[in-house]
């Protein structure tokens, strides 16, 4: 989400991009090819690090609370070199913060509390005054620096070494500085990516103890196209704690607000503003804590951290982390649950470069969502007050990228941790609650940000459902979700942070249904198209949902609002577009427009009908035409594969409209060309390194298609569980969800084309897999040729179906 339009994504590429290798064939009376023993080993956090990929490669736990990680700077204190903090190329760094959010788009990005800075020299000015980051920061080289699941390590320029690991809520730092070397550890905590409102520190040297918070939020509230100075975004929506406890006593002590120092303080106060640049520099406050290196140049910090309180993240910190406690044995623990995590899907007889690509790409997809709740079960809700879980709720689980996830990365969690995915669902829906009964499209821990567009909270619950996800409030949820499509709420009637964070949820929602389109010239929205678009899947999930739970009534009334799509194509240029209240077509249409629609041109939104794809090809000329006009979106006018971005009317790896459209060759009879389409952009989108990723990870969407794309497997539309075929890239695949189902798939021969395919040993003439193959697990094997077979799957009955 929230991706520049257009990107050049070869220009600035660091590290390899995958080749294509084929697996060896599979003789029948071979042994089974090893999966991967330690899929961890694999894990290399500084993919997707450069080229807009967004990541950072600091140490945090699956759906950790805490995520310890370097905030970089490329010379303006309110800034960074990349949204979330790091930037491959950018190599200096004014801190390590506690908190960061994966891969979203908004620079400065979200979180990035209370970066910790290692500081070699006096304490002797106010490290908010250096506002161009030119003293109390420091320079690193990349041979210097690692990282793993769960731990990261660099030594800086100045001589100072950071080692970080993480439990859940909690790490453990050890800082090593030069001998004889003024060692001093900085707490910037006002410094949050996006600012603050406020912040506060308190220094106890009897204790050894530094503790604080800091009041902020600002979630993309500098973006010029989310209302500006009036932007809903700048305002404070959580307060983090943090509580920190030394092995050392401290030497000295000292504190600063704005311009003023106070060495020998021990409490300081004040925040930054959400503002950015000159008016936001020389703001601020923090402290420091100052060690003797005449004979020990090492101390070791165990801190927790809270969204509750200040005794909260001591509790927390000392529940995870405690006393003897020590950064090799903290990683440890961490790098044992990220295995646990990661074999949950193991995978063989592929190359190292995709076998990297792959569990990377796991990896990020199980950062989030994010554990809200502290170790006495209590959390931040909504409405900023504090709630506890409901009995039988393991967690409460906050950050919630909808635009973007309800696409890949929702499929791919409730698939391995329907667990997760259901006490996740169960945040969500008290969220709402919280929230005056909005579910908002883009959640910040569990706070609205109105990000992006559509009605994404429906698809990503109505699929949980359909993936066998049932332990939340099922009829409440769906009640509550139906109630919002349904119901106007007095938002849906404001301007306020349009375009990019419209306030209302289902905006103009009276005027949506009497007219069945979004119009553009009233909607309230980003762009009346985009949002018919997503609105009619929105319900169409629903409706799924409905007929699932027995809702039959419900079910008749929603199904119908599914095919609204095609109230905003407009026949006479043959893709989607903008229309007005009066019924007319916005003027000036070209397939390349963004009027209309949200991060996307009408060329991209036109195949956003996962649910119809049959109603589409006939809007189209039919399933051959539809394929030909796909073939158009995949290469250029000369043939040529187009599918790295940068062209308005080609595919685009960068942004989610799109990403499912490689699988509609499936629906549309020609199942042969999924298999080349999805393996192009495998091979040249994705690869390893930091540019390893096409764009912003947006919370493990990016990271998740690649998971499915890889193991030949593609969710076929959100609110139901069948699964589309491609070709997998390894020759043998497990998968074992957290409730007990097992899901193999096996390949067998050489190159990416199907030439046949066995479900639980039976022939498939199918190009998908019904959903009882989620819900109740099975062995899918695929024959591969180097040839495509353009007989397999393409028989009118054997299509997947629409409804």
């Known amino acids: 989400m929230v991706k520049p339009r257009v990107r050049s994504l070869l ?302 993240a001591a509790a927390n910190r000392e529940a995870e982390v ?58 931040l809700g909504a409405d900023l007050q504090i709630h506890s879980l409901r009995p039988g709720q393991e967690a409460a689980y906050g950050t919630f990228s909808g635009w973007d996830q309800y696409r890949a990365q929702i499929q791919l969690l409730a698939i391995l941790r329907p667990d997760v995915a259901g006490d996740m669902a169960q945040s969500m829906m008290d969220f709402a609650a919280q929230n005056r009964g909005i579910w908002d499209r883009w959640l910040h821990l569990g706070a609205p940000t109105h990000v992006m567009t559509g009605d994404p909270a429906a698809p990503t619950l109505a699929t949980y459902y359909a993936m066998g996800v049932r332990d939340f409030d099922v009829r409440g949820a769906l009640d509550s979700l139906v109630r919002q499509a349904t119901v106007q709420n007095p938002d849906a009637l404001s301007d306020a942070g349009c375009p990019g964070q419209c306030l209302g949820q289902r905006p103009t929602l009276t005027t949506y249904l009497a007219l069945k389109y979004a119009a553009n010239d009233i909607c309230h929205c980003w762009g009346g198209a985009a949002e018919t678009l997503e609105n009619s899947l929105a319900d169409f999930s629903l409706a799924m949902w409905a007929q699932r739970a027995g809702r039959t009534d419900l079910y008749r009334e929603l199904l119908p609002r599914g095919d609204y799509w095609k109230n905003t194509f407009n026949p006479a240029v043959g893709y989607q577009a903008a229309r007005r209240a009066d019924g007319s077509w916005q003027s000036g249409f070209t397939p390349a427009t963004d009027v209309g629609f949200a991060q996307g041109a009408s060329a991209t939104y036109t195949w956003m009908v996962p649910q119809d794809v049959s109603g589409l090809a006939a809007l189209m000329g039919g399933r051959t035409a539809a394929a030909t006009r796909l073939d158009g979106f995949f290469h250029d006018e000369n043939g040529n594969w187009a599918v790295l971005g940068g062209n308005a009317l080609r595919y685009d790896p960068t942004n989610e409209p799109g990403i499912h459209a490689p699988w509609l060759y499936n629906g549309l009879g020609q199942p042969w060309k999924t298999q080349e389409t999805v393996r192009q952009i495998v091979d040249t989108a994705y690869g390893t390194g930091p540019a390893g990723l096409p764009g912003n990870d947006d919370l493990g969407t990016m990271s998740a298609w690649y998971v499915f794309a890889a193991i030949g497997l593609f969710p076929q539309v959100p609110g139901r569980a069948e699964l589309l075929l491609g070709s997998p890239v390894f020759t043998r695949i497990e998968i074992d969800r957290s409730n007990g189902v097992r899901l193999a798939i096996n390949a067998g021969g050489t190159g990416m084309y199907v030439q046949g395919v066995r479900l639980n040993g039976a022939v498939l003439k199918k190009s998908w897999l019904p959903e009882s193959f989620v819900q109740r697990g099975g062995t899918v094997a695929f024959a591969l040729g180097e040839k495509a077979d353009k007989g397999w799957a393409t028989a009118p009955g054997d299509l997947p179906r629409d409804h």
């Open 11 to 312: 220009a600035a590429a660091v590290g390899t991009v995958l080749v294509v290798s084929v697996a060896p064939a599979v003789r029948a009376e071979a042994a089974p090819v090893p999966l991967v023993a330690d899929p961890a080993a694999y894990v290399d956090p500084f993919i997707g690090s450069s080229r807009g990929g967004n990541t950072w490669p600091g140490a945090t736990r699956p759906f950790g609370m805490i995520a310890w990680s370097p905030t970089s700077t490329t010379g303006d204190q309110t800034s960074t070199g990349a949204a979330n903090g790091y930037e491959y190329n950018v190599t200096k760094v004014r801190g390590f913060s506690l908190t960061h959010v994966n891969g979203a788009g908004c620079n400065p990005g979200a979180a990035g509390d209370v970066p910790i800075m290692p500081y070699v020299g006096d304490v002797d000015t106010s490290p908010t005054a250096d506002t161009r980051d030119a003293k109390y920061a420091a320079t690193f080289s990349h041979a210097n620096e690692s990282a793993s699941p769960g731990r990261y390590t660099v030594t800086l320029d100045s001589g100072a070494r950071t080692d970080l690991a993480v439990s859940t809520r909690a790490g453990v730092g050890d800082f090593s500085f030069p001998a004889g070397a003024a060692a001093n550890l900085l707490f910037r905590t006002s410094n949050s990516l996006n600012g603050s409102e406020d912040a506060e520190i308190s220094i106890d040297a009897s204790a050894r103890t530094v503790n604080g918070s800091v009041l902020t939020g600002g979630f993309c509230g500098r973006r010029g196209n989310g209302g500006g100075a009036s932007n809903p975004n700048r305002r404070s929506y959580y307060r983090l704690y943090f509580s920190a406890v030394f092995d050392r006593d401290f030497a000295r002590t000292g504190t600063w607000k704005d311009s003023a120092v106070t060495p020998g303080g021990t409490t300081a106060g004040g925040g930054e503003g959400y503002l950015t640049g000159a008016d936001r520099a020389g703001r601020g406050s923090g402290g420091w804590v100052g060690f003797d290196t005449g004979t020990d140049t090492d101390v070791r910090m165990r801190i927790g951290i809270s969204y509750v309180s200040s005794a909260g």
């Open 322 to 379: 405690p006393a003897g406690a020590t950064v090799d044995s903290v990683a440890a623990a961490t790098r044992a649950a990220w295995t646990t995590e990661l074999k949950r899907i193991r995978v063989g007889g592929g190359t190292e470069a995709r076998t990297t690509a792959f569990y990377t790409a796991v990896y990020h997809s199980l950062m989030q969502p994010q554990t809200m709740n502290d170790v006495d079960g209590r959390y």
